[in-house]
């Protein structure tokens, strides 16, 4: 599947999925990230980046017509990963169950999710 050069595609994930999906889903992360996955103290947290990586990785696999699981990211100096020799560019957000996608053709993209919550004190916090 190719990205023509004027468009951005867009994806929106919900988490949820059973622990047996979770299982499945594990399967397709590299060593690094299954630790990074492990990492997280809490359940929930980890099983909402195991299920966000991998469907990155399914959504580029479909892209460059390659397995997910032999996708080999690089990272920048600030952690964000990136395919080195590949024209893809993409971006991942994720906050609150929720993650949005971004990939274009050879131009860098970014998208950000955030959950919205109220702030009784924001106007205090602002003010100072």
Do not use: T, W
Request: hydrophobic share 30%.
């Amino acid at each position: 599947m190719k990205i023509p050069s004027d468009e951005v595609h867009i994806y929106l994930s919900e988490s949820g999925r059973s622990k047996e999906e979770i299982l499945r889903l594990e399967k397709l992360l590299s060593q690094d990230e299954l630790e990074k996955a492990y990492r997280y103290k809490f359940e929930p947290d980890k099983n909402s980046y195991i299920e966000f990586r991998s469907l990155l990785r399914k959504l580029l696999g479909e892209y460059l017509s390659i397995e997910p699981s032999k996708i080999i990211f690089s990272y920048s100096e600030k952690g964000k990963p990136f395919l080195k020799d590949q024209n893809i560019k993409f971006n991942l957000s994720h906050s609150n169950g929720y993650a949005v996608y971004a990939f274009s053709s050879g131009k860098e993209v970014g998208i950000d999710v955030e959950y919205l919550r109220e702030m009784p004190d924001a106007h205090k916090i602002a003010s100072r």
